[in-house]
């Protein structure tokens, strides 16, 4: 670096260099108090900048920076938003509880509860893959995928020759997956879908270093939507490891739903402003956006979110379904890492007497993700809050219940990754019997599992809870 400098600067190269550092620092200092909204993350980031001035500055720039704001404010007027979406002729009738849930949900997202719809739920990838596969072979006009994960392997494979021989006879097709989570150096998925002229993309995918909100930016949402009447939504990814009767090395259990009704409209409008995000183009007419009949009893709202201008909305909802429980409050999640403000809210619930039941799996798929979990579990240690834990196979399920008369189901995890840098979509409905048959499944999962008992977590090693702890320090990007 030296030898770059006049022979009449090399003197004051070590000033040179401070001056440098101290600009930096002070440019990130300047950033991060003008842009952060979470103080604690603001503080570090300063310190770090100022500690370590030239690596800090460059960590911040490639890390603490939320490009995905910055896109999501450019993006041209009218192609990000589509209101497509009426209210019913008349507000259904919720009790008192449940209504606050509603309406914080409508002012979050500023879309309305549907009624007439109906939803069915598939326990597995044997279960729903046949049914989407069969919505696909059947599709006359149009078909929107979107899937964090997909895969081509014997699931994916049959998946990518259904789309393409739907595209064929003329259907519109449109598939994103994710930048990351369908390969990022290499995607066969994206390469067989090309080769078969339908039109894919991958979000959030950029091969050079000053556009990196790749790394920690995701889109996590499973959409399947046909005709733009049928649609499917859930946990469930493409991938062998979802179908049991494959006898995979590491099955995974998760949880699908097939929706048909007005809440369609929903989840094609989530799909609608990611492709429009990704591609620039808006996908209109009646092909996509036809008319929605009722199609059954259950009150529903798609609720998208992600680090734009839906920042918070998922944790708003969750926070105050929390709050709202009189009786119980159930949560299944294959990550449990939730901000203090989420784990606050499931504290009071627990204080008031709501029995607040959370199910996770005794050993996940990441397990720098477990150690962290176990710390995390180890600081919040709440009278009345009871965790189950489950053995294999792997649950990847992610579902909320209230008082058996409120549920949420979708891709979001409850952790800070999924509330905060994650692109989710989760189902809210408020049904009874949808909700008790839901809570069925948490009852048989509970009872396969066992309890985490504090003392457990108490009587962890100390070189396991240094392990633990250091983990969690990483909660903002697990």
Not at 107 to 133: C, K, Q, W
Not at 157 to 166: E, T, Y
Not at 193 to 211: C, E, I, Q, S
Request: hydrophobic fraction near 50%; proline fraction near 6%; charged fraction near 20%.
């Amino acid at each position: 670096m030296a030898s770059l400098l006049p022979h009449w600067l090399l003197p004051f190269r070590f000033h040179l260099f401070a001056v440098l550092g101290a600009g930096l620092a002070a440019w990130v200092t300047a950033h991060a108090l003008l842009t952060k909204r979470d103080v604690r993350a603001a503080i570090g980031w300063i310190g770090l900048a100022w500690l370590s001035p030239l690596a800090g500055p460059a960590l911040y720039y490639l890390f603490g920076i939320n490009r995905v704001m910055r896109r999501a404010a450019r993006r041209a007027p009218g192609v990000a938003r589509h209101e497509r979406v009426r209210p019913p002729a008349a507000p259904p009738k919720l009790p008192d509880s449940l209504a606050a849930i509603a309406r914080v949900g409508e002012r979050m997202t500023g879309r309305p509860l549907t009624t007439g719809n109906a939803v069915a739920l598939y326990r597995s990838g044997d279960e729903a893959y046949p049914a989407m596969l069969a919505a696909i072979a059947g599709a006359r006009h149009s078909i929107a995928l979107a899937s964090y994960i997909f895969r081509d392997d014997r699931v994916g494979g049959v998946f990518i020759a259904a789309l393409a021989a739907a595209h064929a006879r003329g259907v519109q097709v449109r598939v994103l997956v994710d930048g990351i989570g369908s390969g990022y150096l290499i995607s066969p998925t994206v390469r067989a879908l090309r080769r078969a002229g339908v039109p894919v993309a991958r979000f959030m995918h950029d091969f050079l270093p000053w556009r990196m909100p790749f790394l920690n930016m995701r889109n996590h949402k499973k959409l399947l939507i046909v005709d733009g009447r049928v649609g499917f939504t859930g946990g469930l990814n493409l991938g062998a490891e979802n179908l049991w009767r494959l006898r995979p090395a590491h099955p995974v259990r998760d949880l699908q739903c097939r929706v048909e009704g007005p809440v369609v409209a929903l989840l094609l409008l989530s799909f609608d402003e990611d492709w429009a995000f990704t591609t620039g183009e808006a996908l209109d007419g009646p092909a996509w956006w036809p008319s929605l009949a009722e199609a059954g009893a259950v009150v529903a709202r798609g609720l998208s979110s992600g680090p734009d201008e839906d920042l918070g909305k998922l944790t708003a909802l969750l926070a105050t379904a929390a709050g709202a429980a009189q009786r119980r409050l159930r949560i299944v999640t294959p990550y449990f890492l939730p901000d203090q403000s989420l784990m606050t809210a499931l504290a009071l619930a627990a204080a008031r007497g709501v029995a607040v039941e959370i199910v996770l799996p005794a050993r996940s798929n990441h397990r720098v993700l477990d150690w962290a979990t176990r710390a995390h579990l180890a600081f919040f240690a709440v009278p009345g809050l009871r965790v189950h834990l489950t053995g294999a196979p792997f649950d990847h399920a992610k579902l909320t219940t209230v008082d058996g008369a409120w549920c949420a189901l979708g891709s979001a995890n409850w952790d800070v990754r999924s509330l905060r840098l994650n692109f989710e979509f989760m189902l809210e409905c408020y049904d009874a019997g949808l909700t008790g048959e839901i809570d069925a499944l948490i009852d048989g999962r509970i009872a396969e599992g066992r309890i985490l008992a504090p003392a457990e977590l108490a009587a962890t090693p100390l070189p396991a809870r240094l392990r633990n702890a250091a983990a969690r320090l990483l909660l903002p990007y697990l």
